[in-house]
């Protein structure tokens, strides 16, 4: 029952969106840590229920796996399950630490909502972080509730989140009068939390960066035609013909290619520049994904998953390079010890870390802050903090994942950086989903999964740093130090 009620909850993100089944997989799974005979009881079930949820929430990692299966199909039980067993441990030690034989009802409610926080905190920053699927972002099927990310970010939704959701965990035994004073409570803090949201939102202005019209281009190429290798030119081809093809290129002034787009080391190839400076505007400028190599000539000692700023001259202007690499995919952790793995992206060397988030001038537009792939899924840190861009770029290969939950949340994740951080973000996904969002986490245009699509649009501007933008967590940590105080002092009270 654990790991189906943990299931259950997974359907409360995009795509389904089903939010009542994260209150139910709530409810039960504090009715269950407290139904527990023993802490150690409360773990296992506790546990359980996580790994269901995780496995379920992201099983869509196995179709990168998939795409050369005689290869890699065999790493699907260990990595898929591995991973659901690690996270588990988050809500397992919540279970853990939560369970006491007294009953201290809107207490015990607090330090739970308190707990399961820091258990997404930690999630997010132990061994490279994993903050995939946070309770706040069952909120994304609504903009007013996303709104208060601004304040707190994710990490302050879910908690608000987890706590109205496990209040109605009171009613599991006899009905008394204030425990409908507390579900009342928690329903007029729920509007409260989107009245505030309508009301930002109302005031929003749309407002436009002038000067600054934006083609995104989506080419939808497979992962399986890319790790073949030998396409690259005709990929390339093909990411030109579509940005100078399409109706409309003499109006655009920015264009913005995805991951992986221009898959070449570009400091190398000044034939491939010059081929890729016709599809810049005049004027203007080229962002793409591509590779960065050192030394730029002779054999390689490092390479970068990178984003590249180009001019109409074939100059590269500015470049980012991935600071947030993905295990496995892009580097094999402990390589020493696992000879006999290889990483999933084609060739032997693994890539290198960039020091952090990184600002970029572009030609013609305000700086920009380039996000590569899912380093835009990790809240507060997606901005150069001593340099603070005017619009984030995230560029991504949601190919690996097919037609599958995992490019929905992805996009999902994106939008909460925008208003977390007050900024407009642009997305460029190689087969989806592409789109604008503007700094309140609005969407002004987006692509289909799965399709070739050019987006044209212009550029919303930024709002001044949003509380989370200038103090990140600490709101968020406010709120779970006011949760988790009077659980220790309820306990320390019930001890003496």
Not at 23 to 34: D, H, K
Not at 78 to 90: D, M, T
Not at 170 to 176: D, E, T
Not at 177 to 206: E, I, K, P, Q
Request: proline share 7%.
């Amino acid at each position: 029952m654990a790991v189906l009620l943990g299931a259950l909850g997974a359907a409360a993100f995009a795509p389904v969106h089903a939010v009542p089944a994260m209150l139910i997989s709530l409810v039960a799974l504090f009715w269950l840590i407290q139904g527990s005979s023993s802490r150690r009881g409360a773990f296992a079930i506790a546990w359980v229920w996580g790994f269901g949820q995780f496995a379920a929430g992201n099983f869509w990692i196995a179709n990168s796996f998939l795409i050369d299966a005689p290869k890699f199909g065999w790493m699907i039980p260990p990595i898929i399950g591995g991973l659901a067993a690690f996270l588990a441990l988050y809500p397992g030690l919540v279970g853990a630490v939560l369970w006491r034989k007294d009953d201290l009802g809107l207490i015990r409610i607090l330090g739970f909502a308190s707990l399961f926080t820091i258990g997404e905190w930690l999630r997010g920053h132990v061994l490279t972080g994993y903050p995939w699927n946070l309770v706040g972002y069952v909120w994304e099927v609504s903009p007013a509730m996303m709104q208060s990310a601004a304040l707190w970010g994710a990490w302050g939704l879910s908690f608000v989140t987890v706590l109205i959701f496990t209040l109605p965990a009171m009613l599991g035994g006899s009905i008394q009068r204030r425990h409908l004073r507390v579900l009342s409570g928690g329903l007029a803090l729920l509007a409260a939390l989107w009245l505030g949201g309508a009301w930002r939102l109302d005031g929003a202005a749309n407002a436009h960066v002038p000067d600054v019209r934006l083609r995104i281009v989506q080419a939808n190429i497979s992962q399986a035609e890319k790790m073949q290798g030998g396409f690259g030119i005709q990929h390339l081809e093909k990411h030109v013909a579509l940005t100078r093809g399409t109706p409309g290129f003499t109006e655009t002034t920015h264009v913005i290619w995805p991951e992986s787009a221009a898959n070449f080391l570009l400091d190398r190839e000044p034939d491939l520049r010059q081929f890729i400076a016709s599809a810049v505007p005049p004027g203007g400028a080229l962002l793409t994904g591509t590779i960065r190599g050192w030394p730029q000539s002779g054999d390689l000692d490092e390479i970068w998953n990178s984003l590249a700023v180009m001019n109409g001259a074939g100059e590269v202007t500015a470049h980012a390079d991935k600071a947030h690499l993905v295990p496995l995919g892009e580097y094999v952790p402990l390589r020493d010890y696992f000879p006999f793995i290889n990483k999933l992206t084609p060739g032997k060397m693994d890539f290198s870390a960039a020091p952090g988030p990184q600002t970029v001038a572009v030609p013609g537009a305000p700086d920009a802050g380039p996000l590569i792939c899912y380093e835009v899924i990790f809240p507060g840190a997606v901005t150069d903090e001593s340099h603070r861009p005017q619009w984030l770029v995230n560029v991504t290969n949601d190919g690996w994942f097919g037609m599958s939950p995992g490019p929905y949340q992805h996009f999902t994740a994106s939008r909460f950086r925008a208003v977390e951080e007050g900024l407009p973000l642009i997305r460029a996904a190689n087969t989806g989903i592409s789109g604008i969002i503007d700094s309140y986490g609005r969407i002004e245009s987006i692509s289909a999964l799965g399709t070739e699509a050019v987006l044209d649009g212009l550029l919303p501007v930024a709002l001044p740093p949003t509380p989370f933008a200038r103090w990140g967590i600490w709101w968020a940590v406010a709120l779970v130090t006011i949760g988790i105080i009077p659980l220790l002092l309820g306990r320390a009270i019930a001890q003496r």
